[in-house]
């Protein structure tokens, strides 16, 4: 049912393009290439969106705050990138999220103006973007009245009211980065996960297979390294500075009526903020931090109790509940790719590709493929194709991705008609009916079984569990608890819904057995 599968046997000899890791850019390169006609293997060393294409805010950007360091081109593509998620290749997992900015006593007449100012410039990107004022209203201000009716906990103490803008969230950012991948494995491109690039050259890869500890070479016409934090293990021309970044997880109750996102500002200082985000699971994140993490990359980075100490109490600032430790239910931190190019094969300085994204060709003749952000990760994969089909001399076909339907994507007014759970519409679109068929057919339960909520105040359903196996790749718990959904965020949300996981993948094994 899917070519998303695990492990390294069965592959061929040699494919046109091998890409490496399987994080938002690299399922976006594998969508590229093989929508241009190419063979592709793509793989990653864990899962996908192992990295921290799930970690991130989960926004869709705008590319606001590149304005304000006056790096209007990034903000543009940000800018032109957003719409096209949100009109053409993603409106199912992405919707408009209010974000108020509180007008309160520490943001002074000033300050206000200044931002009022930017969102006007905002909402000029918007309209130079082509994306419709029905898919993202204009910013506009706000009485102190309204702003207490969208975020009921604000500090009432002089608050003069707010300045409400709109901006892109996903529904989820593991879910963007299954469904490219579940997109690409449609078009024919081969997708492994538990696969290690032990090593890589322009024209080939040494993999090990995670399951059975063997390893294979496959040959390539071009090799690219989408490893983010980890691309200078296989490109030794890249030199990374991680920077770690922490958001913690609270539930919807702690913020009661909590129906936009409200950037809060850091006291004492007139140009950093905290978001305070709702999360569409019945979740709210507030982050985040900006902390250097050097040493060794771990897999999973770990947020520090300093960090989630900062978050709260930004955030108790702002509100009239001062928020405690106990109610944090959950933290998670991501790293940010701070790169240096060191041989001057490029630009040769030092860049914070947080912000942009770099093609970079290595001695070896290794593509990387790195910085950027989750918005802009069509245009990343864009660039690395054409760099590869250029260099490599490929016969490939142009990029289409611009116009190209992620799995289940179809204009908002046919979702709307859409006869399915609204969750799995928001998580799967047009397949929703897909993911409940597919349900149907391999365990033989009833619909009030499979859709049922997984546990108390866990939305998830036994049906995307079985999906997630059967046309996701996920082979574990881990897989559907930590990626395929992200019920793993609130440890013991995760411990309550772990039957529920063990018995998908009971059902699917049975089945496969049978
Ligand atoms: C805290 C934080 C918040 C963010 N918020 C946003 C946001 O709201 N909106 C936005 O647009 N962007 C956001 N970003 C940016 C965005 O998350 C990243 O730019 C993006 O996820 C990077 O994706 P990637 O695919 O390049 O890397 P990753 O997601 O890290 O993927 C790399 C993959 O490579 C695999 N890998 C590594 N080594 C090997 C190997 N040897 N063999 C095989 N596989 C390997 C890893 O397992 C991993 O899965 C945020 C970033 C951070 C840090």
Not at 183 to 208: K, M, N, P
Request: with cysteine.
């Amino acid at each position: 049912m899917t070519r998303i599968a695990s492990g390294a046997t069965g592959l061929a000899a040699a494919y046109d393009v091998v890409v490496i890791g399987l994080g938002v850019t690299g399922t976006g390169v594998a969508l590229d290439a093989v929508s241009r006609g190419l063979s592709v293997l793509a793989v990653d060393a864990h899962d996908l969106a192992f990295g921290t294409s799930r970690w991130s805010s989960k926004l869709v950007h705008g590319g606001l705050r590149y304005l304000a360091t006056g790096q209007v081109g990034i903000a543009h593509e940000s800018a032109v990138e957003r719409g096209i998620l949100m009109e053409s290749t993603a409106p199912h997992l992405t919707h408009a999220m209010p974000m108020l900015l509180p007008l309160t006593s520490s943001v002074g007449a000033g300050q206000a103006l200044l931002a009022r100012g930017g969102f006007v410039a905002g909402d000029v990107l918007r309209r130079g973007a082509r994306t419709g004022r029905e898919t993202l209203p204009r910013p506009r201000r706000i009485s102190a009245t309204e702003a207490l009716a969208l975020a009921p906990g604000l500090r009432s103490a002089g608050l003069r009211g707010g300045l409400l803008s709109w901006d892109g969230q996903l529904e989820d950012d593991a879910r963007l980065v299954t469904t490219i991948a579940r997109t690409a494995a449609d078009l024919g491109a081969a997708v492994r996960t538990r696969t290690r690039v032990l090593h890589a050259t322009g024209t080939s890869v040494s993999l090990r297979d995670a399951l059975t500890s063997s390893c294979v070479d496959v040959a390539a016409r071009a090799v690219v390294n989408a490893t983010g934090v980890w691309a200078g293990d296989l490109d030794p021309d890249v030199t990374l500075r991680p920077s770690r970044g922490t958001h913690v997880v609270l539930r919807q109750d702690t913020l009661p009526g909590l129906r936009t996102s409200v950037t809060a500002p850091v006291p004492g200082s007139t140009s950093r903020f905290v978001l305070v985000l709702p999360q569409p699971d019945g979740t709210v994140y507030v982050g985040l931090t900006d902390e250097p993490a050097d040493g060794p990359v771990p897999d999973v980075p770990l947020p520090t109790e300093p960090e989630i100490g900062f978050l709260l109490d930004v955030v108790s600032a702002a509100f009239a509940h001062d928020l405690r430790r106990s109610d944090v239910v959950g933290a998670f931190a991501g790293l940010r790719p701070l790169l240096t190019v060191s041989d001057g094969r490029t630009d040769g300085e030092t860049a914070d590709l947080s912000r942009k994204h770099a093609v970079l060709t290595s001695r070896t003749g290794v593509v990387t493929v790195v910085g950027g952000k989750l918005t802009t990760y069509r245009r990343m994969a864009e660039d690395a194709v054409d760099r590869v089909v250029e260099e490599s001399r490929l016969d490939a076909d142009p990029c289409r991705t611009r116009t190209l339907p992620l799995a289940g994507a179809a204009p908002r007014p046919v979702l709307a008609r859409l006869e399915a759970p609204a969750r799995l519409v928001r998580r799967f679109g047009t397949d929703a009916g897909l993911v409940l068929d597919t349900a149907r057919d391999l365990t033989g339960l009833s619909d009030d079984e499979l859709l049922a909520p997984v546990a108390d105040h866990l939305p998830a359903t036994l049906a995307e569990l079985v999906f997630g196996i059967t046309h996701e790749g996920a082979v574990d718990v881990d897989d559907l608890l930590d990626r395929r959904t992200r019920i793993g965020l609130v440890g013991p949300d995760r411990a309550l819904a772990l039957p529920a996981a063990e018995r998908a993948l009971a059902l699917v094994a049975a089945r496969r057995a049978g």
